[in-house]
T-cell receptor, first 112, second 113 residues
Framework: AQSVTQLDSQVPVFEEAPVELRCNYSSSVSVYLFWYVQYPNQGLQLLLKYLSGSTLVESINGFEAEFNKSQTSFHLRKPSVHISDTAEYFCAVGSSNYKLTFGKGTLLTVNP | NAGVTQTPKFQVLKTGQSMTLQCAQDMNHEYMSWYRQDPGMGLRLIHYSVGAGITDQGEVPNGYNVSRSTTEDFPLRLLSAAPSQTSVYFC????????????FGNGTRLTVT
């Protein structure tokens, strides 16, 4: 069985500040790790993923996440956030790319 | 590019009524799934399918039925709606390849009174 824990349900930050959204997982087998983002009234979109190889993965809009096997973590970071980053972020784990277990989500609110 | 299309966007049902949530994708994806999203609960997998004619249960299947007669369509049926099924429902699809992400529809908001 797999499980995902997102340690913060809400994270308020000011624009241009750094942010870290925390995610821990548990699994008895090797897994793939994902971050999905959900903007208001929309479905989820893939932000970034770790399948294998380099433990640091990056997205096209400045987010990055680091896979830490010893700590079973996959925290999401951005050095400087924008108002447009306001959204709910979901960490997910799976033994394939599609049958995923999602965390409960972290609502990131960027204030001016 | 239609992607994953869900209908209806909103629905109100009375307890005991039945209905079908529609999901269609035009990307020839093998894999399709249904999730429900509830406040503070994240997304929970209801049912999924790895190809036409093949379906399986997810984490919270009770009260829901699915079928997959074509690659494109994956309807979700509520046989006898209950207030506990009030939720936002998302359909998602993917190729069965490591680099293929899940593509989500925009959701159906269901209220059962």
């Amino acid at each position: 069985a797999q499980s995902v824990t997102q340690l913060d349900s809400q994270v308020p930050v000011f624009e241009e500040a750094p942010v870290e959204l925390r995610c821990n997982y548990s699994s008895s087998v090797s897994v793939y790790l994902f971050w999905y983002v959900q903007y208001p009234n929309q479905g989820l979109q893939l932000l970034l993923k770790y399948l294998s190889g380099s433990t640091l993965v990056e997205s096209i809009n400045g987010f990055e996440a680091e896979f830490n096997k010893s700590q079973t973590s996959f925290h999401l970071r951005k050095p400087s956030v924008h108002i447009s980053d306001t959204a709910e972020y979901f960490c997910a784990v799976g033994s394939s790319n599609y049958k995923l277990t999602f965390g409960k989500g972290t609502l990131l609110t960027v204030n001016p | 590019n239609a992607g994953v299309t869900q209908t209806p966007k909103f629905q109100v049902l009375k307890t005991g009524q039945s209905m079908t949530l529609q999901c269609a994708q035009d990307m020839n994806h093998e894999y399709m799934s249904w999730y429900r999203q509830d406040p503070g609960m994240g997304l929970r997998l209801i049912h999924y399918s790895v190809g036409a004619g093949i379906t399986d249960q997810g984490e919270v299947p009770n009260g829901y039925n699915v079928s997959r007669s074509t690659t494109e369509d994956f309807p979700l049926r509520l046989l006898s709606a209950a207030p506990s099924q009030t939720s936002v429902y998302f359909c998602a699809s993917s190729w069965d390849r490591d680099n293929s992400p899940l593509h989500f529809g925009n959701g159906t908001r269901l209220t059962v009174t």
